[in-house]
């Protein structure tokens, strides 16, 4: 059963192996609302076992599962072309972590498919959620991070689900709908050569739900380290309303707060 294979791990569980676990460190970032960086705050969970990739698993939907928190997305106004009005005004997130993982699941209503098969390749549905990639500087610019404050951006695409969907059918080489990327600003995006995330996306009959997943923490100097609690902000774009670039709808940073165990 769900229940005792993601069971809730107690305080202390990560003593061994994080210092944060235990509540003896955290980043600067815990602070970022007091100072008004982050405008919400999500409870990161900590569960057992291996957080399935799945959006449809139903470790999402279990109530010991991690909670589903509504946010909301407003309209781009930093930079040109503005988008003064995003089709997508808000999404559900989940988040949960283990010893070693962190898994974030968004999910999205959207009446329409854009994924490249019978439209524009350009215009596609897509979400990406972005970390600060120094801990130790104030928190980026809402704007893909800025100039001396990088960020570690991880992109999901529909159009790359189609491709990763038909090479999973067609080889064993594991491929992922999503990009891990990096940016000190706008038209700054760049592909790491290394790629450590792994995501999957999975279609209703009116919205979109993806997972993100990835090692809590790893050796690669362009990936965010996930040492305590981290601010994340989150982008979805609608294909069919032809979103692209910097139109989008967008959450300003959101702390996920890591504590010690069960709420």
């Known amino acids: ?22 509540g003896t460190s955290d980043t600067k ?23 399935p990739l799945s959006p449809d698993s139903k470790f999402w ?4 599962g991690p909670a589903k928190t509504t946010v909301d997305l407003g309209p781009q106004l930093i930079t040109n072309p503005q988008w003064p009005n995003p089709s997508v005004k808000k999404v559900f997130i989940s988040v949960a972590r283990t010893e070693t993982q962190i898994a ?57 689900q189609v491709t990763t969907d ?16 990096n940016a000190e600003g706008f038209s ?3 592909h790491q050569d290394e790629q450590n995330v ?18 809590l923490a790893n050796q690669d100097e362009q990936d965010v380290q996930f040492a305590g609690s981290t601010p994340m902000a989150v982008a979805i774009w609608n294909g069919g309303n032809r979103e692209t670039n910097g139109q989008k ?6 702390l996920l707060q890591f504590g010690n165990g069960a709420d």
């Open 61 to 64: 939907s279990s109530p010991q």
């Open 166 to 181: 038909s090479a999973e059918k067609d080889s064993s080489s594991p491929l992922s709908p999503v990009e891990d990327l």
């Open 104 to 160: 974030i699941r968004l999910e999205w209503e959207d009446d329409s498919v854009s994924n490249g098969i019978d439209q524009s390749r350009l215009y596609t549905d897509q979400a990406a959620i972005m970390f600060p990639l120094n801990s130790n500087k104030e928190v980026p610019p809402i704007t893909m991070g800025g100039e001396g404050f990088p960020v570690n951006i991880w992109q999901w695409k529909a159009v790359r």
């Open 188 to 190: 700054t995006l760049t």
């Open 249 to 254: 709808g967008l959450a300003g940073w959101i």
């Open 198 to 215: 792994s995501g999957k996306g999975l279609r209703t009959d009116n919205s979109w739900q993806v997972v993100f997943k990835r090692n």
């Open 29 to 51: 970032y815990s602070k970022c609302l007091e100072e008004g960086d982050c405008t919400s705050q999500l409870n990161v969970k900590i569960f057992s076992g291996d957080i």
């Open 1 to 22: 059963m769900i229940i005792k294979k993601y069971r809730l791990v107690v305080s202390g569980f990560l003593c061994i192996g994080f210092a944060w676990g235990c």
